[in-house]
């Protein structure tokens, strides 16, 4: 039992960081810590493809004589277009925070909310 | 920051070693780590650095935003290019190996037309975000 | 012939960056325009050649599969292609004039590269057979379709494009992590690949966990009942032109690829003792009654129609999920059908927010005597979402019906009645509130500025209308041409 939470270390915190940022992006009604538990989720996801891709004593996948085992890249090029993805949701998201605080002065979802239910 | 002694004379010498390294990684993408993406990056931050010490005006001065605008639109342009140039002469989208005289050219020739399209716009991209943010919310 | 395919992508990615620097509204609005038609034009033509049950392939970067990224286009992704580009048309004919007048003209260059741009991500969708591809570019596409929302008069467009962004980003993650597992267990990415090996692997806890993110988060981008929160607002407060296309085309989409997962990617049988197709039949059953009531709640026009695409959601997922052929092709038809319908009364009510500024029910009183042949075409799109004889509407529901009868569920019948008899009430609420009611005393402030312009419908828009309007009664009386399309689409799903 040990060796298997052990031996899945990295899932475990993955796991984690995976929550941690699902409960702040639910939980808060502040719309920039909103993006920010968002971004926590997505870069999860981002650190659970490169621990998939890592063999144990794995290389660099660059081609040499000394090695033979190298780890996988392709869930390494899969996560760069996971994280140029992320760079852009999270600067739209951003770019509509600061509409929004011009528009409604606020950026609490409650009172924003509030605000639209008044008109 | 504007008037910090260290931090001018730090940013100015930084700044050309940053675009320097960019470039090495955008050259050395199709042997090493590396590409348009880390070199985009890395380029805009050595823009970004610039601007945080000298202030926005100054940034903007150095590259105005049109040139970024359209560096945003060529890089795409680029990429899509070497696309329809292998399709023109008679590979599929994107097969690079028809571009030059025997296939190993020809994807040498289109990784780095590709991660220069890649490069030029993610620098562009990157330095653009900020210029918007910065004048918006910039303290009047 | 092969090389046609990559042009529906390859276009509006080179159109999109030149429109987007170009300074005038209406070289942009001219290079959208020919974008669409020209993606419609070779939709066309692939639909035709593929309809037999053919393949159209593409390996991109002439890598061979399962290294490279293909594409493998049967008669289901041509249709749905088909569907994305001709409401593209549509929407884009309709823009000529609505644009100009919601948008701030420095933006406009912008609002018409980031259409491309979602049509292009659209497009992209329903063409790879790469599940990663599709994940990026269903992240082009909502990235978009984010910035195009937000574009919208009021500022309660900012709200929606903010809470679509949230759950959309949320929906496409979970696919993301859906399509790690299942990368895990399978080591590939191509579709046709993992379904050829799903044998060996699919013993593995990781492929049912797989499904599950998968659907749940293709669930979300497509709004079905109870994930559908973000959809209301998004359609209503979007500008009209996007508000059209959404409503055709983005949640289409997204049941297309659930479509491609349930029937393509995981094999029929590994998930239909899962008790998936029962949740799913019932989340269905539920979407109907529930949008259907909440749209005869309603009191503004799009907010109306956004809640009857809830409803209109739930028949495609009531289609699919009976697991059979009539079904199948019921659904598929209806994804034709509804984004005909749908985009036809937002015309309408797009056109009537050019005219009177508001889409309040209340204020749009008496307004259909004014304008009768705008009125006359809403009418016969809403006869068509209430699903009367010799309407595309009928077409569906008759199948549908046939499929439930077919598999002897009959609650399933009763819902699908009880959604149309509901569907009367909220039609008959905009009918009642545009002809039959008298006209109100105009307000000062909704009587618009500026010239005498604003008293007629532009051609542009009114050419629009009656196409959509037209389309539902010749593919209502018409079927053969989409019922063939649908089920050789049907068909094609079935074999694999």
Redo the contacts between chains.
């Keep these: 039992m040990i060796e298997y939470i052990v031996g899945h270390i990295n899932y475990w915190l993955i796991v984690a960081i995976m929550m941690v940022g699902l409960y702040t ?1 639910m939980s808060r009604s502040n ?1 920039v810590k ?1 993006l920010a538990g ?1 971004s926590m ?2 870069t999860a ?1 981002i650190l ?2 490169v621990s ?1 891709g890592k063999v144990t004593g794995g290389t ?1 996948p ?1 081609i040499s004589e000394q090695y033979s085992l190298y780890s996988n890249p392709l ?1 390494q090029v ?1 996560m ?6 992320g760079v ?2 999270t ?10 605080k011009e ?2 002065n606020s950026v609490e979802e409650n009172e ?2 509030a605000m ?1 239910e008044k008109e | 920051m504007a008037n910090d002694l260290i931090l001018r004379v730090v940013t100015k010498w930084l700044s050309p070693i940053i675009i320097l390294f960019a470039l090495y990684v955008q050259f050395h993408g199709d042997y090493s780590p590396g590409g348009g993406f880390q070199a985009g990056v890395i380029f805009s931050s050595a823009i970004l650095l610039y601007s945080l010490t000298y202030g926005l005006d100054a940034g903007l001065q150095l590259i105005p935003e049109y040139i970024l605008r359209i560096g945003a639109s060529l890089g795409v342009l680029i990429y899509g290019g070497v696309g329809v140039a292998s399709m023109v002469l008679g590979g599929n989208f994107l097969n690079y190996s028809v571009l030059g005289s025997t296939p190993v050219a020809g994807q040498h020739l289109g990784i780095i037309i590709i991660e220069l399209g890649v490069g030029i716009t993610v620098a562009s991209v990157m330095v653009l975000l900020f210029f918007t943010f910065a004048r918006r919310v910039a303290p009047e | 012939m092969e090389q046609l395919t990559i042009l529906l992508i390859v276009i509006p990615l080179m159109v999109a960056p030149i429109t987007a620097l170009i300074p005038s509204e209406k070289v942009t609005w001219l290079l959208t325009l020919i974008v669409c038609l020209i993606s419609l034009a070779i939709s066309c033509y692939i639909l035709y050649e593929v309809i037999d049950g053919s393949h159209v392939i593409y390996e991109l970067g002439g890598w061979r599969p399962p290294w490279g990224i293909e594409y493998k286009i049967d008669s289901l992704n041509a249709f749905v292609a088909l569907i994305v580009s001709a409401m593209g048309c549509l929407s884009c004919l309709f823009a000529y004039r609505s644009v100009p007048d919601e948008i701030e003209e420095k933006m406009i260059p912008l609002f018409y590269a980031a259409f491309q741009l979602c049509l292009l991500g659209l497009l992209g969708i329903a063409l790879t057979g790469d599940i990663f591809n599709l994940f990026v570019f269903l992240e082009i596409s909502s990235l978009a379709t984010y910035a195009l929302i937000s574009m919208g008069k009021n500022r309660k467009a900012l709200t929606a494009a903010f809470s679509y962004l949230i759950l959309g980003t949320i929906g496409a993650t979970f696919f993301l992590i859906g399509v790690g597992f299942l990368f895990a267990a399978s080591g590939s990415l191509n579709t046709a690949d993992i379904a050829s090996r799903f044998d060996s692997f699919k013993d593995m806890q990781l492929v049912e966990t797989a499904l599950i993110f998968m659907v749940l988060g293709i669930a979300l981008k497509a709004a079905i009942f109870p994930l559908h929160s973000w959809l209301p607002n998004a359609y209503s407060q979007a500008p009209s032109t996007v508000g059209i296309f959404l409503s055709a085309t983005a949640t289409k989409v997204s049941i297309y690829v659930l479509l491609r997962i349930l029937y393509d990617l995981y094999p029929v049988d590994y998930w239909v003792n899962m008790l998936l197709p029962q949740i799913m039949l019932s989340l269905g059953c539920v979407a109907v009654i529930y949008g259907s009531y909440r749209a005869w709640q309603q009191t503004e026009m799009k907010r109306l129609l956004a809640f009857s695409s809830i409803a209109q959601i739930g028949y495609i997922v009531i289609g699919f999920s009976l697991v059979s052929q009539l079904g199948l092709t019921a659904a598929i038809l209806h994804l034709f059908n509804h984004a005909l319908i749908k985009s036809t009364l937002f015309i309408g009510a797009g056109i009537l927010l050019y005219r009177a500024n508001t889409t309040e029910l209340g204020s749009l009183r008496g307004l259909g005597r004014d304008m009768p042949w705008t009125f006359a075409a809403i009418t016969l799109a809403g006869l068509s979402l209430i699903g009367v004889p010799g309407t595309v509407g009928f077409v569906t529901k008759w199948y549908l019906l046939e499929a439930a009868v077919e598999k002897g569920m009959w609650i399933v019948v009763i819902t699908i009645v009880l959604g149309s008899v509901l569907a009367i009430g909220y039609v008959w609420k905009i009918v009642e509130n545009l002809y039959f009611r008298s006209k109100r005393k105009v307000h000062i402030q909704d009587v618009p500025s500026g010239d005498s312009a604003i008293a007629i419908t532009p051609k542009t828009m009114s050419a629009a209308l009656w196409i959509g309007a037209m389309l539902c009664i010749f593919f209502g009386l018409n079927t053969e041409l989409s019922f063939e399309a649908a089920s050789s689409a049907a068909t094609a799903l079935l074999k694999q």
């Design positions: 992006l719309l909103k968002l989720f997505q996801v659970f493809y998939l660099v660059i869930p899969l760069l277009t996971a994280i140029v993805v852009a949701t600067a739209l998201g951003f770019a509509l925070v600061i509409r929004i528009a409604y924003i909310s639209d």
